[in-house]
């Protein structure tokens, strides 16, 4: 069983909506991170936090919020998304960021999000 | 930059049939290499990793060599099973303030 929990597994918003993806960890990771993974296609960052504060950005649009209220949650709120959004989106953790740890992830199993 | 380059897929063998995908990376520095899995409907999972030259990770069966000289970090099965159908993504880890970069993924089905 995958130690990172993704809610909800599916998700599908129209244009207009407001939805949250979340993401718990409890293996005293110190850093989470959310890809978003096209099919057929590697994973993509979006973004890093390190300690709870948000370390990388990969200039993914406004659109997308993260927060990380603790060490061991993480969110990705949602708004006036495209369809072009639709995608899986995973969380990972890793006990360091990269710079403390030799890029071992753990991933969630995703949530499949779909933008009507 | 970084990169990571599979070989084109996909793949289709026989069960119990030999297993090579071939990766090759462009970095500076020592990076640490690896190869992650992805399982219909899930997200990803280490495979096996390797962090210095000459290293072989190993893990389910599965086996690759860190080669430095070929910059090579080929993945090998000597029996597959059905149940090793499945993504396959070879990434590195450059180091200091280095992203994971992956490779573009090729996909493994193994025919009964």
């Known amino acids: 069983d995958t130690e990172v929990t993704q809610t909800p597994k599916h998700l599908v918003m129209g244009m207009t909506n407001k939805k949250s993806l979340k993401c718990e960890q409890h293996?005293?990771?110190?850093?989470m991170y959310w890809y978003k993974q096209k099919a057929k296609k590697p994973p993509e960052l979006m973004f890093v936090?390190?300690?709870?504060?948000?370390?990388i950005n990969e200039s993914v649009p406004s659109r997308f919020s993260p927060e990380c209220p603790n060490s061991s949650l993480l969110n990705l709120h949602l708004h006036a998304l495209q369809p072009e959004d639709s995608a899986l989106y995973l969380c990972a953790s890793s006990l360091g960021r990269w710079t403390l740890n030799t890029g071992e992830l753990f991933f969630g199993e995703g949530s499949r999000l779909t933008v009507l | 930059g970084d990169s990571v380059t599979q070989m084109e897929g996909p793949v289709t063998l026989s069960e119990e049939a030999f297993l090579t995908i071939n990766c090759t990376y462009t970095?500076?520095?020592?990076?640490?290499l690896f190869w992650y899995v992805q399982y219909p409907g899930e997200g990803l999972q280490l495979l096996l990793k390797?962090?210095?030259?000459?290293d072989k990770g190993s893990n389910k069966g599965f086996e690759a060599t860190y080669r430095k000289e070929t910059t090579s970090f080929h993945l090998e099965k000597g029996s597959v099973q059905v149940s090793d159908s499945a993504v396959y993504f070879c990434a590195l880890s450059g180091g200091a303030n280095s992203k994971l970069t992956f490779g573009k993924g090729i996909t493994l089905s193994v025919r009964p």
């Open positions: 293996m005293g990771h110190r850093a």
């Open positions: 936090y390190s300690y709870e504060k948000l370390s």
């Open positions: 970095a500076t520095g020592y990076p640490s």
């Open positions: 390797a962090t210095k030259a000459d």
